[in-house]
């Protein structure tokens, strides 16, 4: 990844407004200055890799993380729509 790329703003609610307690450690997503999206979420790779359908394939680099319903739920009014 770029190194000149940033974060330029959080999409959806923020970890406290989704009841964290610790407020620290949350999965997150963040739209990029590059127009990317960057997710912090639990590394799963090892557990869907093999799982994933026959038209879908990740690259060495790419992990799969997952999020809570909840996380991409409060982010979908601040996705664009292009």
């Known amino acids: 990844m770029d190194s000149l790329?940033?974060?330029v703003?959080?999409?959806g609610a923020s970890p406290q407004e989704r009841g964290s307690l610790s407020g620290?450690?949350?999965p997150d997503i963040f739209e990029l200055s590059d127009g990317r999206f960057a997710v912090i979420g639990t590394d799963v790779t090892e557990i869907l890799d093999s799982k994933l359908p026959l038209d879908a394939a990740r690259a060495r680099y790419e992990r799969i993380v997952a999020i809570t319903r909840e996380t991409?739920?409060?982010a979908k009014a601040d996705i664009p729509e292009a």
Do not use: A, D, S, Y
């Open 72 to 74: 991409l739920v409060r």
């Open 5 to 7: 790329v940033n974060i």
């Open 24 to 26: 620290q450690t949350c």
């Open 9 to 11: 703003r959080r999409v």
